[in-house]
């Protein structure tokens, strides 16, 4: 029964052995030379006229998070596609109330002016 395990215990050795030459192992080959040229954003080409670190409004870290939420309704749909014929009228049931659980979110976040862009 354990010796079942066995491979999954070599592939999990593997991964922590090849994480940790991954993690320490370029630092040593490749130096710490620091340029001033190193140390320049590359913006495709083109010479950066300000710094690279400046602030972002919230609008659009709310907006990221918006968007992973509602794509994350894809993720859901698809399995629940695949297998429908099998869950009958349970999983359809099941799916509207997932999508109406949804709809109600975006229309509150959308009340709240949440994806009015420039405001």
Do not use: C, N, Q
């Not at 070599?10 to 001033?36: D, K, Q």
């Not at 993720?75 to 997932?98: C, D, K, N, S, T």
């Amino acid at each position: 029964m354990l010796s079942d395990y066995f491979p999954l215990l070599i592939f999990l050795a593997a991964v922590f052995v090849f994480g940790l030459i991954a993690l320490f192992l370029p630092p040593w080959l490749a130096g710490s030379r620091r340029t001033a040229a190193k140390d320049l954003p590359y913006e495709s080409g083109i010479v950066p006229r300000s710094s690279a670190r400046r602030r972002f409004a919230v609008s659009f870290y709310l907006t990221a998070m918006l968007f992973i939420i509602f794509d994350v309704e894809a993720i859901f749909i698809y399995p629940w596609a695949v297998i429908l014929h099998a869950l009958r009228w349970f999983g359809v049931i099941e799916m509207a109330i997932f999508v109406a659980i949804l709809l109600v979110a975006l229309i509150y976040v959308w009340g709240k002016g949440a994806l009015e862009w420039g405001s």
